[in-house]
């Protein structure tokens, strides 16, 4: 079992910056993917960045490339996203996954992760 641990999530204004923290702590070894996704309240929870264990494989989605920047800490079995120039419609649950599947790369769909934390609330005011 793999267990997430978010944090980091607040109330900022328009243009304003965040960084999320996503600690795991279990059978860490067997993650290969680690991704953050977002869910706004009345839709789906939708993919925002993924990384690979190594950290050499990493995407976003169209809404957040050269705003939000994923990293990782292997030696803090941590994964953080950096948001930066923060829009209104970026307020959402973010939502930290793992993956321990690695023969279907990176994956942007909720199915593709094994497990997930519980999620911490980000507000951004217009």
């Known amino acids: 079992q793999v267990q997430l641990v978010e944090s980091g999530g607040g109330l900022v204004q328009a243009g304003g910056s965040l960084r999320l923290s996503c600690a795991a702590s279990g059978r860490t070894f067997s993650i290969y993917y680690m991704a953050w996704f977002r869910q706004a309240p009345g839709k789906e929870r939708e993919f925002v960045a993924g990384?690979?264990?190594?950290?050499?494989?990493?995407r976003y989605a169209d809404s957040v490339k050269g705003r939000f920047a994923i990293s990782g800490d292997n030696s803090k079995n941590t994964v953080y996203l950096q948001m930066n120039n923060l829009k209104f419609e970026d307020t959402a649950v973010y939502y930290c996954a793992a993956d321990e599947d690695v023969n279907y790369g990176l994956g942007s769909s909720t199915d593709a992760y094994d497990y997930w934390g519980q999620g911490t609330q980000v507000t951004v005011s217009s």
């Open positions: 990384i690979s264990r190594r950290g050499n494989v990493i």
